[in-house]
Nanobody, 114 residues
């Protein structure tokens, strides 16, 4: 059974930084693709950043140059480093992994004040 546990969300001012963590268990983490999504109330969940099994990264246009996804295989953790945060980045952020079926973390709230 795969488990994804996010942490690192919080309240930050515009221009600030946060680092989200997603600790994974139950799958072959080091060779797995991982992603971060976010959801604003009333809107669909959107892909923020993806990290392929080969290490290729992909980002939503709205976060390119500001967010970085990376992994620490020794700790089975994937991170999302978020810099130059804007109020429109306010959302619940979810870690996502596909291993036979889709798995989601519980979400962590990021709130950016103007």
């Amino acid at each position: 059974q795969v488990q994804l546990v996010e942490s690192g969300g919080g309240l930050v001012q515009t221009g600030g930084s946060l680092r989200l963590s997603c600790a994974a268990s139950g799958s072959i983490f080091s060779t797995s693709a991982m992603s971060w999504y976010r959801r604003v109330p009333g809107k669909q969940r959107e892909l923020v950043a993806g990290l392929s099994s080969s290490g290729t990264t992909d980002y939503a246009d709205s976060v390119k140059g500001r967010f970085t996804i990376f992994r620490d295989n020794a700790n089975n953790t994937v991170y999302l480093q978020m810099n130059s945060l804007k109020p429109e980045d306010t959302a619940v952020y979810y870690c996502y992994h596909y291993y036979g079926r889709p798995y989601w973390g519980q979400g962590t709230l990021v709130a950016v004040s103007s």
